[in-house]
């Protein structure tokens, strides 16, 4: 089946430095790609929608200068968080979606703790 | 009111159980997801549904369009299906994914 692989898996850092996520689908055409944010002991939550070569579509109340997304190819998306500040840990999740298809397939997400 | 609402929050049973549980929604939708997410955080795609039934393994799902409402259904469960169980919709106005608050299912030995 569609894999889609996520690194990394675990990342600690400094605050005020950025950290780059990277969702790859490994055998299949990615035509939009879904980030989510999840707090501890909460639903998932959508960051933002993006589309291969076009800008990403945010949620409300989501920073979008602070959350980069580049979707630069159907293969690749990431996801930078700039200036990460520890209200900024979380674990942060991709989908992707095969062109027409509903169909979403997950990365394994990646747990970000700012110190 | 939000617009995906899953019940029960959180469910504790026996192995051998039969276990369901229930996703409504409000809005007009493109299909119906219904995930399953591990104590490490990982994401399973169970289900995607647009009509009718699907069943895979000990697991069935189930739609029913006029009613806006979807079923997870676990047949003879195991401790190994102990995860929070999610249901995801696609809205048709926009596609923008809604997910429901999940529930976090327990199976006892």
């Known amino acids: 089946g569609a894999v889609v692989s996520q690194h990394p898996s675990r990342v600690i850092c400094k605050s005020g430095t950025s950290v780059k996520i990277e969702c790859r689908s490994l055998d299949f055409q990615a035509t939009t790609m879904f980030w989510y944010r999840q707090f501890p002991k909460q639903s998932l939550m959508l960051m933002a929608t993006s589309n291969e070569g076009s800008k990403a579509t945010y949620e409300q109340g989501v920073e979008k200068d602070k959350f980069l997304i580049n979707h630069a190819s159907l293969t690749l998306s990431t996801l930078t968080v700039t200036s990460a500040h520890p209200e900024d840990s979380s674990f942060y999740i991709c989908?992707?979606?095969?062109?027409?298809?509903?169909?979403?397939?997950f990365g394994s997400g990646t747990q970000l703790s700012v110190l | 009111k939000n617009e995906v609402e899953q019940s029960p929050q959180n469910l504790t049973a026996q192995e051998g159980e039969f276990i369901t549980i229930n996703c409504s929604y409000s809005v007009g939708i493109s299909a119906l997801h219904w995930l399953q997410q591990h104590p490490g955080g990982g994401i399973v795609s169970l289900f995607m549904?647009?009509?009718?039934?699907k069943k895979h393994g000990r697991l069935i799902a189930t739609i029913n369009i006029q009613e806006k409402h979807s079923s997870l259904h676990i047949t003879a469960s195991h401790p190994r299906d102990s995860a929070v169980y999610i249901c995801a919709v696609r809205k048709t106005s926009n596609y923008q994914l809604i997910w429901g608050a999940g529930t976090k299912l327990i199976i006892k030995p």
């Open positions: 989908s992707a979606a095969q062109g027409a298809e509903v169909k979403l397939f």
């Open positions: 549904l647009s009509s009718g039934k």
